[in-house]
């Protein structure tokens, strides 16, 4: 079992960075893929970014190519999603995802754990 936890959310202006963090706690995180999506209001939930445990290859929505990083820190048991550039489209909730398969999929479905989810609002 793992638990996952958001943070790093809030309002920023248009143009900003924000760098969101996930922590997890349980065992056997290192072994895992971790991906991010994000949910605006009256929409379905997308794919961002994620990032397998075998060689620390990334997967990027083209939405964010060049504007995120996702990275993690297996030592901290946490994965980061620094975003840069933000701009008002990228509002949302943002939700971290565990996949005990390694396969860093956008797949939502392929994700077996989730988080609570942390804010982000960009401003024009």
């Known amino acids: 079992q793992v638990q996952l936890k958001e943070s790093g959310g809030g309002l920023v202006q248009a143009g900003g960075s924000l760098r969101l963090s996930c922590a997890a706690s349980g065992r056997t995180f290192s072994t895992y893929a971790m991906g991010w999506f994000r949910q605006a209001p009256g929409k379905e939930r997308e794919f961002v970014a994620a990032?397998?445990?075998?060689?620390?290859?990334?997967n990027y929505a083209d939405s964010v190519k060049g504007r995120f990083t996702i990275s993690r820190d297996n030592a901290k048991n946490t994965v980061y999603l620094q975003m840069n550039s933000l701009k008002p489209e990228d509002t949302g909730v943002y939700y971290c995802a565990a996949d005990w398969k390694d396969w860093g999929s956008s797949s939502r479905s392929t994700y077996d754990y989730w988080g609570q989810g942390t804010q982000v609002t960009v401003s024009s």
């Open positions: 990032i397998r445990w075998r060689g620390g290859s990334t």
